[in-house]
């Protein structure tokens, strides 16, 4: 259930800076490849995550790989979160 | 000695001394000066008394450099255009410019060694030194002229004001060559001997590999669009301990705030930093100021600074009159770093550009006020926007919209957040009901709008409709589309 939240929130946070729904319709959106997601835009979202879950992920350290598609990001999160 | 005779006197005083370093490619001042004299050679020989623009066509490589410098030593001006441009738009610009040539880096690698020799000088202050297309409201791009004296007015200006030192100097280039903002760190740069650190497009997607050439860079003077600082500042690390040798972070293109220069001034405690403004018309900024704490604590907007010595700025309402201090009104230019006009365009150059107080004057379209001495710039009056630096008419996207077979009309609005445009949504009516998903829909428009405009002009959002509201005059209701957003 937790996980569930979580992500439905993760999505939410991605959709906003993405401007697009679509994000939460299809979970292996290539976002870099449908530039639904862009260098500024994966900062915007690290800040988001961080201000919403207290999760820091360094932008020096960042794979584009590991944040490829929504359910990706989630799984990245999670992750972190050790969920 | 002129800007050029500068630059070459380190080709023949420091000959091994780095000009320009991109992608672990590095070109010193002696080849910048033989290559240089080599290509001018050639077109000199090639084209004869036709000083048409010689465009150069590339993504930051040195040989862009050496076609820079061979073009304006043989008396014509260059045009930079970025291989990030889609074709259709830089044909566009190539026929506006009239441009008798297009040189590309491995163009300029392949000139004969043979015709090396150094050719008789003869660039006069008012002759054409570079010209910058930006958009046009209809959907054409306009070349803005920048002669010799302007850019010297400039980089003059530049030089008194940061004192930097010769040959101790590493700037960091960011913007494409085809940006002005990128005119501040190349000739402050080779003005003093200094080295340029160009960053490509994919060191800047990918940011684990930006951050690594960050730090092994050595970058003295940071020049930059806020963004692109704002944006490197979401990373702790960037600080001080990345950059060590940082003195100064220079600013133009857009509104700096005071969240990022007060967290500028927080990491790196022993740089300045600057807030400038100018449109490409003014050659690239003609006020600044630095931002430091007491600054910071008295405006809660930041001002965009005093004007360089010799030029004036005014506040004028809509006759032209100027207006007392701490009104409201557009912006006007005048003074020796203002163009001649738009290239092969004299009605565009006769709207914008006009004497004032004996020199040339441009109107900005910039709305601002003097308080304090100080200029504080508040907006357009028109439909003009700034995305990341960059400078978007509205009408443009528009324009390139409606030409497609697949869209009957479309109306392109920005999306505010926190006061400024963070991306831009168009309204479209299809030319035929399509039943493909909204999304697919969207996506296939963008990439076919990719084929005529650069990235930073494509929409992030569209919004399909079978009719525009209208206003009681029977004209498009942009405002309610705007409160759609």
């Known amino acids: ?83 | 000695m002129d800007l050029i005779e500068r630059i070459d006197r380190w080709g023949a005083v420091a000959p091994e001394a780095t000009a320009h370093i991109s992608d672990r490619k590095t070109l010193t001042y002696g080849q910048l000066r033989r290559r240089s004299d080599a290509l001018a050679s050639y077109l000199t020989e090639r084209f004869g008394d036709d000083r048409s623009p010689i465009a150069v066509l590339g993504h930051r490589e040195p040989e862009m450099l050496i076609a820079f410098l061979g073009a304006v030593k043989s008396c014509r001006p260059y045009v930079p255009l970025d291989t990030a441009l889609p074709q259709q738009r830089i044909d566009k610009i190539l026929a506006t410019s009239g441009a008798a040539l297009v040189l590309t880096p491995e163009d300029v690698r392949q000139l004969p060694e043979s015709q090396m020799r150094c050719p008789s000088r003869g660039l006069q202050g008012d002759g054409p030194f570079y010209v910058l297309f930006t958009s046009g409201s209809t959907g054409e791009p306009k070349g803005v002229i920048i002669t010799l004296a302007c850019l010297e007015h400039f980089v003059t200006w530049m030089l008194a004001e940061h004192r930097f030192t010769e040959f101790g100097e590493v700037f960091l280039n960011q913007a494409p060559f085809s940006f002005d903002l990128s005119v501040m760190d190349l000739y402050c740069g080779l003005a003093t001997g200094g080295t340029l650190f160009s960053i490509s497009r994919d060191l800047i997607a990918n940011p684990k590999e930006l951050y690594r050439a960050l730090t092994s860079s050595g970058v003295t003077t940071w020049v930059s669009t806020p963004s692109f600082a704002q944006m490197c500042l979401v990373e702790e690390k960037f600080s001080e301990t990345m950059l060590p040798r940082v003195r100064r972070f220079l600013f133009c293109g857009e509104t700096l705030t005071p969240q990022t220069a007060g967290l500028l001034l927080k990491r790196f405690p022993r740089a300045e930093v600057w807030n400038t403004y100018g449109p490409t018309e003014a050659t690239v900024a003609t006020t600044s100021i630095r931002v430091d704490a007491e600054i910071l604590k008295q405006y809660s907007a930041l001002p965009v600074g005093r004007t360089m010595p010799g030029s004036e700025i005014a506040i004028v309402n809509g006759n032209r009159e100027v207006l007392p201090v701490n009104q409201r009104g557009e912006i006007i230019i005048a003074g020796p770093n203002v163009s001649p006009g738009y290239l092969a365009r004299p009605d565009l150059t006769a709207d914008a550009f006009f004497q004032y107080r004996g020199q040339r004057a441009y109107r900005t379209g910039d709305l601002g006020r003097f308080r304090d001495n100080l200029l504080f710039f508040e907006g357009r009056i028109d439909d003009q926007i700034k995305l990341s630096g960059y400078r978007i008419e509205l009408g443009d996207v528009e324009a390139n919209l409606r030409a497609m077979a697949t869209v009957r009309d479309a109306i392109v609005l920005p999306v505010i957040k926190d006061g400024a445009a963070q991306s831009l949504a168009a309204f479209v009516l299809l030319a035929a009901r399509d039943e493909t998903s909204h999304f697919n829909l969207s996506y296939r428009l963008r990439n076919q709008l990719s084929e005529r405009l650069p990235a930073y002009m494509l929409p992030r959002k569209f919004i399909f409709l079978d009719a525009f509201p209208m206003t009681p005059n029977g004209k498009v209701d942009r405002a309610s589309l705007a409160k759609s957003l």
């Open chain 1, 1 to 83: 259930m937790i996980a569930a939240d979580f992500s439905d929130k993760v999505l939410q946070l991605l959709a906003s800076v993405a401007e697009t729904d679509e994000v939460l319709n299809n979970l292996d959106l290539p976002l870099y490849e449908y530039q639904v997601l862009d260098s500024m835009r994966t900062v915007q979202l690290i800040l988001m995550i961080e201000e919403e879950f207290g999760i820091k992920v360094s932008p020096a350290e960042f794979e584009r790989e590991s944040w490829r598609t929504p359910r990706k990001i989630i799984a990245d999160l999670q992750h972190r979160l050790h969920l």
